[in-house]
């Protein structure tokens, strides 16, 4: 089976403080992908990232950044100098190649505080 | 502008009565699907459609029915037999028809039972 953690429930910080979120897996599957989607308050998911388990480049994408690691199993989500409309809920996901259905993670509320 | 819709943003059903929430998509996307979130938990997956008259079971599928007669509308109905309704439901669409692609989410359903 297959799990997805996200260890972080909350993590607050002040503005313009780099902050990681940290995102563990579980699969016996060699052909997998992950997301990342954010939530913000109002409600709709919204997409951020797609790694494929043959890719363990590191991705950057103006402030946001990931590291995907399959030795630890993590896939990793990092702010730079964050800013007050990065406050959400994000979420961690997995799903195997075959499968029909997401794995998601509990989610990580990030509270960026001016 | 495409996107999904989710109607209403605010529901309330007294116990005992089956509740209709709705989902329509422009986005000519074939997989759509249905995610229940509660607090501080990640996203559940209630029924999914990867094609028009045809859907599955997901995880939490007890007290849930759908339908899928036109590509573009997925409407979850909440009946009597599910226990624990109270949640915020979430719509989403994929282009392809597994979960591997993105997915596009509406801006969700609260339900408050009463």
């Known amino acids: 089976a297959q799990k997805v953690t996200q260890a972080q429930t909350e993590i607050s910080v002040v503005e313009k403080e780099d902050v990681t979120l940290d995102c563990v897996y579980e699969t016996r599957d060699t052909t997998y992908y992950l997301f990342w989607y954010k939530q913000p308050p109002s409600g709709e998911l919204v997409f951020l990232i797609r790694r494929n388990s043959f890719d363990e480049q590191n991705e950057i994408s103006g402030r946001y950044s990931w590291n995907f690691q399959k030795s630890t199993s993590s896939f990793n989500f990092t702010i730079t100098a964050s800013q007050v409309v990065d406050s959400a809920v994000y979420f961690c996901a997995l799903v195997i190649q075959g499968a029909q259905k997401l794995v998601f993670g509990q989610g990580t509320r990030l509270t960026i505080n001016p | 502008d495409g996107g999904i819709t989710q109607s209403p943003k605010y529901l309330f059903r007294k116990e005992g009565q089956n509740v209709t929430l709705s989902c329509e998509q422009n986005?000519?996307?074939?997989?759509m699907y249905w995610y229940r979130q509660d607090p501080g938990q990640g996203l559940r997956l209630i029924y999914y459609?990867?094609?028009?008259?045809?859907?599955q079971k997901g995880d939490i599928a007890e007290g849930y029915s759908v339908s899928r007669e036109k590509k573009e509308s997925f409407p979850l109905t909440v009946t009597s037999a599910q226990k624990n309704p109270t949640a915020f439901y979430l719509c989403?669409?994929?282009?392809?028809?597994?979960?591997?692609?993105?997915?596009?989410f509406g801006p969700g359903t609260r339900l408050t039972v009463l």
């Open positions: 459609s990867q094609i028009v008259n045809d859907f």
């Open positions: 986005l000519n996307h074939d997989a």
């Open positions: 989403a669409s994929s282009i392809a028809r597994g979960p591997r692609d993105e997915q596009f």
